[in-house]
């Protein structure tokens, strides 16, 4: 099982930026497609954006492209998540997830290993 560690969440005004990151624990992280999910209040687990184990495939909810943008670091084991733009529709709990293969997916069971997240709130 892999470790998995966000940071990078707050509070900032609408049209600000913030930047998550995701570092892992294991030494297998570039073998894995990575991605963002987030759950506001009330709200189920959403896919935001999804890379490939090599960073060359990006995936992103129509709500976040342009927006957001996704990008891993295997050497430092580490995913992160440039948000921009933010609105307060944004405003929910990022979490980082592994997938089980190397291609990144949509769907929440295509990921094994998810951190504990990271509050983003985004005032208007």
């Known amino acids: 099982q892999v470790q998995l560690e966000e940071s990078g969440g707050g509070l900032v005004q609408a049209g600000g930026s913030l930047r998550l990151s995701c570092a892992a624990s294991a030494r297998t992280f570039g073998d894995y497609a990575m991605g963002w999910f987030r759950q506001a209040p009330g709200k189920g687990r959403e896919f935001v954006a999804g890379?490939?184990?090599?960073?060359?495939?990006?995936d992103y909810t129509d709500s976040v492209k342009g927006r957001f943008t996704i990008s891993r670091d295997n050497a430092k084991n580490t995913v992160y998540l440039q948000m921009g733009s933010l609105k307060p529709e944004d405003t929910a709990v990022y979490y980082c997830?592994?997938?089980?293969?190397?291609?990144?997916?949509?769907?929440?069971?295509?990921?094994?290993?998810w951190g504990q997240g990271t509050q983003v709130t985004v005032s208007s």
């Open positions: 997830a592994r997938g089980v293969g190397e291609t990144s997916s949509r769907r929440l069971y295509a990921y094994r290993d």
């Open positions: 890379i490939s184990w090599n960073g060359i495939n990006t």
